[in-house]
């Protein structure tokens, strides 16, 4: 089976922005289907065709996924915070519609559906290593619906429909549309912006995955041979840090890239949000050969010389760089 067409639902996000133009270099035709909260970075491209359209409008979805050979299913309101500034609406993008999209890609002969979970859908454990058989103990209802879609997937697998979940960890690093509401990422626009680090509690562990390592792991899921991956769920992360570990390496990664920055100070502070979890990633390595090449140190680098370069200004003024101003301001139902 040759991949040849792939739509991507929420193709112009932070992920999308950087795995949209990688697959359009690797030769793939490309369908963005996304409701573009954040306006759309993506390079003019022939083979590529961005379709403004919600996810839960399934009869214009089911029209983009005709001749599609496989969906990648980024499309969510992501992130707890995000979920808790409108339920119903996360609610009905991150979950009453997974299963009509699936049926929906099934119905227009689509042969692979690589489906975008998390890893925090495993919530506060404190087992050393958190494995794909690791109970699910959701502590919010971004975590839960999460979950609970995966087995809607399992429904509709066939032999003619590879299914497959990646849980990647928290994303950091630059893209053309960065999130600056993502733990590494704030901490490094703090350091370069403020010359403060604030640190919320500071002992959670924390996965961590560089973009550019999350849109290899999405390429892989297209190239892998059927019988490797179906049915089958995937951790994707790297180093497992705690909050104050990660604040210890933007300070030393800023003052090394922007030496006129000083002497940068670590505040530590309480906090209520105690998610905590160390995720093991030994499957993908063991069935599929992936290892991450980046580090989180690397994704500060890439995120100093962001700033550095002016690609990211008004970093903290700005609604665009943040999920839950952004849909705020744009009034999303």
Request: aromatic share 8%; proline share 5%; glycine share 6%.
């Amino acid at each position: 089976m040759t991949i040849t067409n792939v739509l991507i639902t929420g193709g112009a996000g932070y992920v999308g922005h950087v795995l949209t133009p990688r697959l359009l270099s690797a030769g793939y035709n490309v369908t963005v289907y996304d409701a573009l909260f954040f306006g759309c970075r993506l390079p003019n491209d022939p083979k590529l065709h961005v379709i403004r359209g919600d996810v839960r409008d399934t009869a214009k979805l089911a029209e983009a996924l005709a001749g599609q050979d496989a969906i990648l299913h980024l499309a969510c309101i992501s992130n707890d915070a995000s979920f808790e500034l409108d339920e119903k609406l996360s609610q009905t993008i991150n979950y009453d519609c997974f299963e009509p999209v699936v049926i929906a890609a099934k119905q227009a002969g689509v042969q692979r559906f690589v489906y975008c979970s998390s890893s925090s859908v495993y919530g506060v454990s404190d087992s050393p290593d958190v494995t794909e058989e690791h109970p699910l103990v959701p502590l919010t209802l971004y975590n839960k619906f999460k979950g609970m879609c995966e087995p809607l997937l399992w429904k509709h697998k066939a032999d003619d429909f590879t299914c497959v979940v990646v849980r990647p960890a928290t994303i950091c690093g630059y893209s053309p549309r960065t999130r600056l509401d993502l733990s590494v990422n704030i901490l490094t626009n703090h350091a370069v912006n403020k010359g403060v680090i604030t640190v919320f509690g500071g002992n959670q562990m924390r996965p961590n995955l560089h973009v550019e390592d999350m849109v290899d792991a999405y390429q892989l899921m297209l190239e892998a041979p059927h019988e490797k991956i179906h049915g089958e769920i995937f951790n994707i992360g790297f180093q497992n840090y705690s909050i104050a570990e990660i604040a210890g390496m933007v300070k030393r990664v800023v003052e090394e890239e922007m030496p006129e920055k000083g002497d940068i100070k670590i505040a530590t502070t309480p906090t209520n949000d105690m998610r905590s979890y160390h995720v093991n990633s030994d499957k993908v390595k063991r069935v599929l050969g992936f290892v991450p090449r980046r580090s989180v140190e690397d994704a500060v680098r890439d995120l100093t010389h962001a700033f550095r370069n002016y690609l990211l200004p008004d970093s903290f003024d700005d609604d665009w760089y943040y999920n839950v101003r952004t849909m705020k301001k744009l009034g999303v139902q």
